[in-house]
């Protein structure tokens, strides 16, 4: 798909099939593929913040998840097909992770939030290969075994919520070793999901 740059950040023209089919065969690949979804305040923030400007340069798939992407796209005579909300690649990926039982963990939003996203999820779509769950509020001590927790599982797709920048530097700071991984950024998509 082609890529385009809003504001020099990068963003993938790509619909959510698309999507959803690049990120499981990532999942088939070396190294740790950190998936993006862009919305106006991530690239606002990105063009502040150069630690996530570099993250995003160099991440596998940055999807256009907000509005206002889309518009500046088409300002620039660009098309992006489709919006690809955190929420909704959440959901695909969780019906294809039901249908091919690949490991998923599960980070971020408060105690037992994801776990009721994941139990209404499993309520859609079927019984789904939970590697972990942790929330995102944990200590260092704790980080470790969260870490060490998604390496020993074998997880292959990690979903992170703990908020732009946060989750996006947590990603590349802390899983950058494992490999065949993806790992996605979703933000508050665990609180819409629990709900
Ligand atoms: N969060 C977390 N740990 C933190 C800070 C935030 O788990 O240290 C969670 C928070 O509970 C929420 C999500 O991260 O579920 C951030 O949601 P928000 O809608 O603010 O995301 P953003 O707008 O940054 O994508």
Known sequence: SKRISVLSVPIDCITMDEAVSKI????KQPGLHLVATANAEMVMLANQDPVLHGILN?????????????????R??????ERV???????????????????????????????????NLQEMFGPINIAGIHDGFFDEAEE??????????GAKLVFVALGVPKQEQWI????SSLQGVVAIGIGGSFDVLAG
Request: overall charge negative; hydrophobic content about 45%.
């Open 24 to 27: 499981i065969e990532l999942t």
């Open 58 to 74: 160099s991440a596998s798939l940055v999807v256009p998840d907000g509005a206002g992407i889309l518009w500046a796209a088409e």
């Open 76 to 81: 620039m005579g660009e098309r992006v097909p």
């Open 85 to 119: 909300t955190g929420v909704d690649v959440t959901k695909e990926l969780f019906k294809v992770a039901a249908d091919t039982q690949i490991p998923v963990y599960c980070l971020g939003a408060a105690p037992g939030v994801a776990e009721q996203a994941v139990s």
């Open 144 to 153: 470790h075994r969260i870490i060490k927790n998604i390496e020993d599982t």
């Open 172 to 175: 590349s700071e802390k899983l």
